[in-house]
């Protein structure tokens, strides 16, 4: 009877450890992608004290934000480093791809708080949405974007 009791506790430790190893490893993919609700992004900002990085962007007409995507956010290094320092939220204004109107609603007063002209544009905030820096495009790809958003960061 022992031996059930022990066999049975040892297989409960087990399963707890890798349910929570699971639930880490769930929630470090969420950090890695890109989000598209606002208030989402805030509460996850808040709970990992991480700073906002907002990418405006119209994804499937905008030239720079398309070069943008596939020279520093779609590569490696800035996905290691965003998953590890970085909230990640899409702000998208498509002329091709639907969107609901509760997200067009919240992209257009995004838009409109943080001023944006044109695309890209690539706010930092905090967890509350106070803006720490804005940068748009530079080229020189995805190692030296990440050093200049340390900088920003800094």
């Not at 900002?45 to 995507?69: E, M, Q, V, Y």
Request: proline share 2%; aromatic share 14%.
């Amino acid at each position: 009877m022992k031996r059930k009791g022990i066999f049975f506790l040892l297989c409960c430790l087990f399963f707890s450890f890798y349910s929570t190893k699971n639930t880490f490893s769930e929630e470090g993919d969420l950090k890695a992608k890109w989000l598209t609700d606002y208030q989402k992004a805030c509460s996850l900002a808040k709970k990992h004290n991480r700073p906002i990085l907002i990418d405006f962007t119209g994804s499937d007409w905008c030239g720079w934000c398309i070069k943008l995507k596939k020279e520093v956010f779609d590569k490696k290094a800035f996905k290691k480093y965003a998953g590890k320092n970085l909230i990640l939220l899409e702000i998208d204004f498509p002329q091709k791809k639907a969107q609901s109107s509760k997200l067009k609603k919240q992209n257009k007063a995004l838009s409109e708080k943080y001023q944006v002209r044109g695309y890209p544009t690539i706010i930092l905030t905090d967890y509350q949405g106070n803006k720490i820096a804005q940068t748009g495009y530079r080229e020189g790809g995805e190692k030296k974007y990440v050093q200049h958003l340390e900088d920003l960061l800094s």
